[in-house]
T-cell receptor
Framework: EAGVAQSPRYKIIEKRQSVAFWCNPI?????LYWYQQILGQGPKLLIQ????????DSQLPKDRFSAERLKGVDSTLKIQPAKLEDSAVYLC???????????FGPGTRLTVL | SQKIEQNSEALNIQEGKTATLTCNYT??????LQWYRQDPGRGPVFLLL?????KEKRKERLKVTFDTTLKQSLFHITASQPADSATYLC??????????FGKGTRLHILP
């Protein structure tokens, strides 16, 4: 089966600019996750979707970050405006349900200058 | 406060030996715990899941133990190979469908 697809793979922006990331999960996976991984740290959950609905967005900085999952399939994560501390790898993952193993995409490396 | 702690320093193991990685947690009561492998520039890859009522799980050269009394999971790689060099992440649920990851342990298998 095809894996989790993410784009772009790399993005460099100036602070205060906007950026959007796209994720296409594995077909049939109900749960989709967005993580932020700073160098040397483990992935930090930003938002978790179950089909169209949000299960957890407690660690999403809602003043600047937003995410949506279109028709329970693809998802986009947006940052507006970006700050220097947003420089990180943004990982998308999907799983059949919330209790199953997660399949990760390759990530998008964001650099904010 | 809630914490997940993995070996903070990199672990260097001689090829052929058993590598043992530790995951300790406080103020969580996970129903299950997962281990992932992450190579540089890539997303994590799932390795094993162990539930709270399981003491041990094996998959080929990998073994995971889960001690809910000690609040600890151990991850073993037997007959280690240089190709096993990577960062290993433990992740646990918080009984509410949410997964929390540790910082990971960098493992180097020396030829």
């Amino acid at each position: 089966e095809a894996g989790v697809a993410q784009s772009p793979r790399y993005k460099i922006i100036e602070k205060r600019q906007s950026v959007a990331f796209w994720c296409n999960p594995i077909s049939g996976h109900a749960t989709l996750y967005w993580y932020q991984q700073i160098l040397g740290q483990g992935p930090k959950l930003l938002i978790q979707f179950q089909n169209n609905g949000v299960v957890d967005d407690s660690q999403l900085p809602k003043d600047r970050f937003s995410a949506e999952r279109l028709k329970g399939v693809d998802s986009t994560l947006k940052i507006q405006p970006a700050k220097l501390e947003d420089s990180a790898v943004y990982l998308c993952a999907s799983s059949r349900t919330a209790y199953n193993e997660q399949f990760f995409g390759p990530g998008t490396r964001l650099t904010v200058l | 406060s809630q914490k997940i702690e993995q070996n903070s320093e990199a672990l260097n193991i001689q090829e052929g030996k058993t590598a043992t990685l530790t995951c300790n947690y406080t103020n969580y009561s996970p129903a299950y715990l997962q281990w992932y492998r992450q190579d540089p520039g890539r997303g994590p890859v799932f390795l094993l899941l162990i539930r709270e009522n399981e003491k041990e799980k094996r998959k080929e050269r990998l073994k995971v133990t889960f001690d809910t009394t000690l609040k600890q999971s151990l991850f073993h790689i037997t007959a280690s190979q240089p190709a096993d060099s990577a960062t290993y992440l433990c992740a646990l649920d918080n009984r509410d469908d949410k997964i929390i990851f540790g910082k990971g342990t960098r493992l180097h298998i020396l030829p």
